[in-house]
């Protein structure tokens, strides 16, 4: 199937308007809440942990309030994929979007770091949850002339995450007023009721769950059925490699800017360096938006799979690129808004993908399980870049900044691994997910 963007959304109306605005709120938030703690984590950290905390202490809690995050992503995702199928897709997204607020919220009054641990634990069983539900709901509602462009639409909110936690960041007076930022956060509470007051279930869920009540949400189904096994375990190898790089690579692209501001000579508590910072993040931000939204063409000119390749191709090439030449701030900007683009267009493929490779019985269950079992791996990223930058300034003495680049250009590798799981999968362009 080759749909042009004007015959793609021809003969589509309010109730899709309706499910696609809602769904992609509720991603929008999901992901602010998620990059917000990026930004103002070691400031929390530095705060709950007391003056007398080591900087080596600081940089450690805060990668474990990271890797915590993603486990709890992945956990919900596990969880709420099952429920998602069995409970419905409306109802569960509505309790997630209330868990990950109402705890992204009490985040703002922690007294330990330990309790700040906790909370963000139980915040990411939400935000891990909302996806599977929305993405389900999205293949299911909309016909297959239109579904990779609502799926990728859909993934494009995490750009809009993104720029939101900047701005609220910004907003509240800097990471170091982290507990108002958090106490933010939990506006997206009111998100839940408009999903249960304006959207009904996909009536392919519905259908599936009065012919087979007792198979919706059947963990065990996929392995045990033969082709359900072999797409579930493609489509988790593909993903494992590429969230795992994804976030040893675009999130130390922080780091790499900070780095390269001070190299300038510029202190991190001047006005000239939270402007500049601010606006290369939004810059980055803007690139994975245009990676977002740009997969999706692609995946329908040259089918799921090629699209799949094309991007990881470009992610392999670009990143390293990005993190070894990045030699002044313009560069920085070009070179990250590239590479930006190729990494972010990934996971418009996961969105779009997934979801066509169960049938509805068990679709959030299988989507929910490949997306989010990956996170448990790329939960261990960010110490792992730790450790890995500690150990080339100790064992070949080479600074910080450089440490950073070159750790990120040698993660980016794993795009060359998840690479290898695309020929295992399907292709499952223009397929109907009717009367599954």
């Given at each position: 199937m080759n749909q042009t963007v004007p015959g793609a959304f021809s003969g589509l109306g309010r109730k899709h308007a309706l499910v696609l605005g809602i769904s992609y709120l509720g991603w929008v938030f999901d992901i602010m809440d998620m990059f917000l703690l990026v930004l103002v984590k070691d400031s929390a950290m530095r705060e709950l942990l007391g003056p007398a905390a080591s900087g080596d202490s600081v940089k450690a809690y805060a990668a474990y309030a990271v890797s915590l995050t993603l486990v709890g992503w992945s956990l919900g995702g596990l969880i709420f994929g099952v429920i998602t199928d069995k409970w419905g897709r409306t109802r569960t997204m509505a309790l997630t979007i209330v868990i990950y607020s109402v705890f992204t919220g009490l985040c703002g009054f922690a007294q330990t770091a330990q309790q700040l641990l906790i909370l963000r634990f139980i915040a990411a069983l939400g935000i891990g949850g909302e996806w599977a539900a929305g993405a389900s709901i999205?293949?299911?509602?909309?016909?297959a002339r239109s579904r990779a462009w609502g799926a990728g639409i859909l993934q494009s909110?995490?750009?809009?995450?993104f720029m939101a936690a900047i701005v609220l960041e910004r907003?509240?007076?800097?990471s170091q007023n982290w507990r108002h930022a958090f106490i933010a956060g939990a506006i997206p509470a009111v998100l839940a009721v408009l999903v249960r007051m304006g959207m009904s279930e996909p009536e392919a869920w519905v259908a599936a769950k009065s012919k087979a009540a007792e198979k919706t949400g059947a963990l065990r189904e996929l392995f045990s059925n033969p082709e359900l096994r072999r797409r579930m375990l493609a489509a988790t190898g593909l993903a494992l490699f590429g969230i795992a790089a994804y976030w040893c690579t675009n999130f130390e692209a922080n780091n790499s800017l900070v780095n390269l501001l001070k190299g300038q000579g510029l202190l991190p508590s001047s006005d000239e360096f939270k402007n500049l910072k601010t606006q290369g993040l939004l810059i980055m931000t803007v690139g994975n938006l245009a990676?977002?939204?740009?997969?999706?063409?692609i995946a329908e000119k040259t089918g799921r799979k090629w699209a799949f390749a094309i991007f990881h191709l470009g992610s392999l090439i670009s990143m390293p690129i990005a993190f070894l030449y990045s030699g002044d701030y313009y560069t920085?900007?070009?070179?990250?808004?590239v590479a930006g683009a190729f990494t972010s267009g990934i996971y418009t493929g996961y969105t779009i993908t997934f979801p066509e490779l169960f049938p509805t019985r068990v679709r959030a269950t299988g989507a929910g399980f490949c997306y989010n079992v990956s996170r448990v791996v790329a939960a261990k990223g960010p110490p792992v870049m730790a450790q890995l930058q500690a150990f080339l300034i100790g064992?070949?003495?080479?600074?910080d900044a450089r440490a950073v680049a070159l750790a990120g250009a040698l993660m980016a590798g794993l795009y060359f691994c998840a690479a290898l799981f695309i020929p295992m999968l399907p292709e499952t362009r223009g397929i109907s997910l009717?009367?599954?």
């Open positions: 999205i293949a299911e509602v909309f016909p909110a995490s750009a809009v995450g907003a509240v007076g800097g990676g977002f939204l740009g997969y999706i063409p920085w900007l070009a070179l990250f808004f064992s070949y003495a080479v600074s009717d009367g599954e």
